[in-house]
């Protein structure tokens, strides 16, 4: 049985990429108010999100690593976009499922076409609803790239994501440092410390310490 979340939007990521401050995650943002932006053209975004240059500074390799997954791991990827986090989290997980969640239909659809060109039997792409993810089945870490910024009310949506993880579950929070060179508009960045107060009010402890990548920090936790 779903409990409700707070809304999961694909609204931002363009207006990110519009910003001199800003770049493009890759990933649907959550956030609770906001333009939502249509991605009529996935295989543009794919150009944008999926571009070789993301990964100098993403570093997608160090974070699955930080990640420790199980091969047979149940993982969540909220606001997958085109999938340049759920096809990597595929191979790391051979034996395993990936959920890939987004709200835009189209995006959802290059995704699927994706993963059958690359292979992938065990990425399987979810349409959320603006109050839920939607997932299946239970998961043991639900990886949140570049979009813990823009949910509202943070605390009682985490409080609310443990009904969706399998007991030991992991939330991972991959965002902006307060002085990356892009990124969302310096008022909506959150320090490390502001997301560990988020989170252990939303009953969550610290898992090993934070990862810090060339433009953004990597926080695990596990829910208590």
Do not use: K
């Amino acid at each position: 049985m779903h409990r409700p979340f707070a809304p999961l939007l694909a609204s931002l990521v363009a207006a990110c990429a519009a910003r001199p401050e800003a770049a493009p995650s890759g990933h649907a943002h959550a956030h609770g108010m906001g333009h939502h932006h249509r991605f009529d053209d996935p295989a543009h975004w794919a150009t944008v999100f999926d571009a070789p240059e993301r990964d100098a500074w993403q570093r997608p390799d160090l974070v699955l690593e930080r990640l420790r997954l199980a091969p047979d791991a149940r993982v969540a990827d909220l606001g997958a976009g085109t999938g340049y986090f759920s096809v990597r989290l595929a191979r790391a997980v051979p034996s395993g499922r990936v959920w890939a969640v987004d709200l835009e239909p189209t995006l959802l659809r290059y995704l699927r076409d994706r993963v059958a060109r690359e292979g992938l039997g065990n990425v399987f792409p979810v349409l959320g609803t603006p109050s839920d993810p939607m997932l299946p089945e239970p998961v043991d870490l639900v990886l949140v790239v570049d979009t813990h910024h823009h949910i509202d009310h943070r605390p009682a949506y985490y409080r609310a994501l443990r009904a969706s993880l399998r007991p030991g579950g992991r939330v991972a929070i991959v965002d902006f440092t307060l002085d990356a060179p892009e990124g969302p508009p310096r008022h909506l960045r959150l320090s490390p410390e502001q997301v560990d107060s988020e989170l252990r009010e939303a009953g969550y402890a610290r898992d090993g310490d934070a990862l810090q990548l060339p433009r953004q920090y990597v926080l695990v936790y596990r829910a208590e």
